[in-house]
Each structure stands twice: as structure tokens, then as C-alpha cells.
């Protein structure tokens, strides 16, 4: 059974960083890509990026460019998520999902989500 | 960026009658590279439908996807009460990857 398991939820202050895990199990990790998505309550999804499988390439939303940290760590079959200069209108569900095809080059359809990460910015 | 743009807002339908769900694209998807996802009330979105047309393993065969370009359908050709959820279209083929804003489709 494929999972994808991710951290807590988490509160931080307007300026803070904040860092997302996202656990496998049951696949191959570094054989498919990742994506992060997010969605602010009663709204509808937002596409924050990709890091590719093997190698870590990364494809950012340019929107997010300059505050998103993507990578992955083989060891613990664990992808991260890190977003830098929080604002409240950064308080969404945050979430990882799996390519639908293996060793994709670009970002694919997402066959697998983890739970969610509720992350609330607020002074 | 590609805008979806998503219709109708809601829809509320009996069980057994067919669902018609339109994503219309602000410019042409590449290759068919559209997907579209259901997502239950408290849940993460399922992926139903990639490559515009092909199902994702367990989906069951009454929900089907079509189009090209820049118009898009989800067809669920019997409503199931489980089928209460919000569906999202998504273009893959251009950054950055983008949404729809959701259908709602609710059971009488």
C-alpha cells in the first residue's frame, strides 16, 4: 500500500519560515517526482511546485520562486518543503502528492496525496 | 499562465442522473496533459481522470473524461451518493500547473 505521510500542523508568525515533510512507504521514492499543493479554507488548489525523482530537479511556481525550498531525502524516503517570509494569507492546507508515472521529467498528473498539513501564520 | 475556468459552480443532481462538468482553458492544454480530481468533504483530492481521458487505477468506469485544446468534460454517467464532492480540472502541460476553481456537485 502506497503512503505518503506529512508532518503536523504548524503555527508561525508573519516572517517566519516554515518546513512541511512528506514520508513514503510502499514505493519506490526516488522513483517518482513530488508536487506540493496547497489550498486556504473553502478555496480551491494552488500549485506550489515539483522536484523530480532521482535527481532532485526542481520546477517552482514562479509566484513562489523566491521563498520555496523543494528537496528530497533518499535516506528516509522523506520530500520537504520549505517556505521562507510568511504571510497570514500563507495559512492553507499544504499538502505532497506523488506523478502518476514513474522517472516523469516534468510535473504529471498526482496519483497519491498525503493527509494535509494545516499551516496557520498569525502575529 | 493557463486559466481554468470551471462550470457551472455547483451542480445538484439526483442519484442515477448523468453529471456534465466543463473546464474550459485560457489557452490550448499541450498534448493532453489534463486531469481531473474529486475531492469528499474533509478529504485530499483522488485523482479520477489523467491524460484527458484515461482512468486512474479504481476509479469505476461510469466516470469518463474528453476534450482537447481548450474545452474539457467530466462525465459521471450515474450519480452515486458518494459521489457528493468538489471536482477540480488541472492543466499539467504548461508552468505553472494550474486548477480550476471546483465544481461542486451536490445529491438531491
Known amino acids: 500500500q502506497v503512503y505518503l505521510v506529512q508532518s503536523g500542523g504548524e503555527v508561525k508568525r508573519p516572517g517566519a519560515s516554515v518546513k512541511v515533510s512528506c514520508e513514503s512507504s510502499?514505493?519506490?521514492?526516488?522513483?517518482?517526482?513530488i508536487t506540493w499543493v496547497r489550498q486556504a479554507s473553502g478555496q480551491g488548489l494552488e500549485w506550489l511546485g515539483w522536484i523530480g525523482p532521482y535527481n532532485g530537479n526542481t520546477i517552482y511556481a514562479q509566484k513562489f520562486e523566491d521563498r520555496v525550498t523543494m528537496t528530497i531525502d533518499t535516506s528516509t524516503n522523506t520530500a520537504f518543503m520549505e517556505l521562507t517570509s510568511l504571510r497570514p494569507d500563507d495559512t492553507a492546507v499544504y499538502y505532497c502528492?506523488?506523478?502518476?508515472?514513474?522517472?516523469?521529467?516534468?510535473?504529471?498528473?498526482?496519483?497519491?496525496w498525503g493527509q494535509g498539513t494545516m499551516v496557520t501564520v498569525s502575529s | 499562465e493557463i486559466v481554468l475556468t470551471q462550470s457551472p459552480g455547483t451542480l445538484s443532481l439526483s442519484p442515477g442522473e448523468r453529471a456534465t462538468l466543463s473546464c474550459r482553458a485560457s489557452q490550448s492544454v499541450s498534448s493532453g496533459y489534463f486531469a481531473w480530481y474529486q475531492q469528499r468533504p474533509g478529504q485530499a483530492p483522488r485523482l479520477l481522470i489523467y491524460?484527458?481521458?484515461i482512468r486512474a487505477t479504481g476509479i469505476p468506469d461510469r466516470f469518463s473524461g474528453s476534450g482537447s485544446g481548450t474545452d474539457f468534460t467530466l462525465t459521471i454517467s450515474r450519480l452515486e451518493p458518494e459521489d457528493l464532492a468538489v471536482y477540480y480540472c488541472?492543466?499539467?502541460?504548461?508552468?505553472?500547473?494550474?486548477f480550476g476553481q471546483g465544481t461542486k456537485v451536490e445529491i438531491k
Open positions: 510502499g514505493y519506490s521514492f526516488s522513483t517518482y517526482g
Open positions: 502528492a506523488r506523478d502518476c508515472v514513474e522517472m516523469a521529467t516534468v510535473p504529471v498528473a498526482l496519483d497519491m
Open positions: 488541472q492543466q499539467y502541460g504548461t508552468s505553472p500547473r494550474t
Open positions: 491524460g484527458g481521458s
